[in-house]
């Protein structure tokens, strides 16, 4: 019973490159969720999806693109990163179920832009 | 908009005490309620979660959370915290008919021996 799992956990690169954490999860869940953690803001929505090709964006979609192709696969791309993309990202899944569900969390990925 | 206040950035008590986290919401229909923990270096768990129906809702390790409508508040409480409790407790309120949830800033958990 993987669950969510997150990859890489660690992860320092440099400004204007391109990085992409990926998020895998086994439940066959439809939602998922990519969050941002910084001290002094809790947790941030940056996109989510309902389901494979539905994406849309949350409160800091800003220098993100995400995909999703299928199902149980949800990769978040920086595609040039700054150094304030340095952060904790979070990815969550969640059954549907007509309103806000309880979130499954991944370990999360530390990336480090430098 | 919905929106999540935890006045407490940090909280001390020592071991054995009895604890409780404020959360105050703002949104304008009943709210679906949750608290999650973080422990140092892991994801999110869900401690407990209100949708409807009994306003004291028993949750995971111990922990209590009571709904006050009149209060906009869903505190979190526990009557004897461990060492182990020591984390960060988020709560996080949604809605109907909206499948996104929103965060508080989260409070800081310190146990003292």
């Known amino acids: 019973d993987a669950g969510i799992t997150q990859s890489p956990r660690y992860k320092i690169t440099e400004t204007g490159r391109q990085v992409t954490l990926m998020c895998h999860q086994t439940?066959?869940?439809?939602?998922m969720f990519w969050y941002r953690q910084d001290l002094g803001h809790g947790l941030r929505l940056i996109y989510y999806?309902?389901?494979?090709?539905?994406?849309d964006k949350g409160e800091v979609p800003d220098g993100y693109v995400v995909s999703r192709s299928k199902t149980e696969n949800f990769p978040l791309t920086l595609e040039s990163a700054t150094r304030s993309q340095t952060s904790v990202y979070f990815c969550?899944?969640?059954?549907?179920?007509?309103?806000?569900?309880?979130?499954?969390f991944g370990p999360g990925t530390r990336l480090t832009v430098l | 908009a919905q929106s999540v206040t935890q006045p407490d950035i940090h909280i001390t008590v020592s071991e054995g005490a009895s604890l409780e986290l404020r959360c105050n919401y703002s949104?304008?229909?009943?709210?679906?309620l949750f608290w999650y923990v973080q422990s140092p270096g892991q994801g999110l768990q869900l401690l407990l979660k209100?949708?409807?129906?009994?306003?004291l809702v028993q949750g995971i390790k111990g922990f209590e959370a009571e709904f006050k409508r009149s209060q906009s508040s869903f505190n979190l409480r526990k009557p004897s915290v461990h060492w182990s409790d020591a984390a960060e407790y988020f709560c996080?309120?949604?809605?109907?008919?909206?499948?996104?949830?929103?965060f508080g800033k989260g409070t800081r958990l310190h146990i003292l021996p």
């Open positions: 969550a899944s969640s059954v549907p179920s007509g309103g806000a569900a309880e979130q499954f």
């Open positions: 439940w066959s869940h439809s939602y």
């Open positions: 999806s309902a389901a494979a090709d539905i994406t």
């Open positions: 949104y304008g229909a009943t709210p679906y």
């Open positions: 209100y949708f409807s129906g009994d306003t």
């Open positions: 996080a309120v949604g809605a109907r008919r909206d499948d996104k949830i929103i």
